[in-house]
């Protein structure tokens, strides 16, 4: 079992930053791939970035490739999402997901998701 919980979302100028946290228990989560998604209000919900569980390997999605480093420290157990250059279409809940050996960019890959945490980027 692995229980998350995502933090740091907020609101903030177009333009600006923010870092968004994933704080795993349980045992697996060390050997666990996080995948970051988001949903907007009428939404389905998307992908937005990828990583293995030792870190080795990232995946973004295009729309935040380049703006949205993913990073992990095993040792805290915790996963991040720093946030630059945010644009209103940023706007979303994001939620942090983990699941064993996972990497993909399809919700139905990972088993746990945290409860998600509201991001808002105003113009």
């Known amino acids: 079992q692995v229980q998350l919980v995502e933090s740091g979302g907020g609101l903030v100028q177009a333009g600006g930053s923010l870092r968004l946290s994933c704080a795993a228990s349980g045992r697996a989560f060390s050997r666990s791939g996080v995948g970051w998604f988001r949903q907007a209000p009428g939404k389905e919900r998307e992908f937005v970035a990828a990583?293995?569980?030792?870190?080795?390997?990232?995946r973004y999605a295009a729309s935040v490739k380049g703006r949205f480093p993913i990073s992990r420290d095993n040792a805290k157990n915790t996963v991040y999402l720093q946030m630059n250059s945010l644009k209103p279409e940023d706007t979303a809940v994001y939620y942090c997901?983990?699941?064993?050996?996972?990497?993909?960019?399809?919700?139905?890959?990972?088993?746990?998701w945290g409860q998600g945490t509201q991001v808002t980027v105003s113009s």
């Open positions: 997901a983990a699941g064993y050996a996972k990497f993909g960019d399809e919700t139905g890959e990972y088993d746990y």
């Open positions: 990583i293995t569980w030792s870190g080795s390997n990232t």
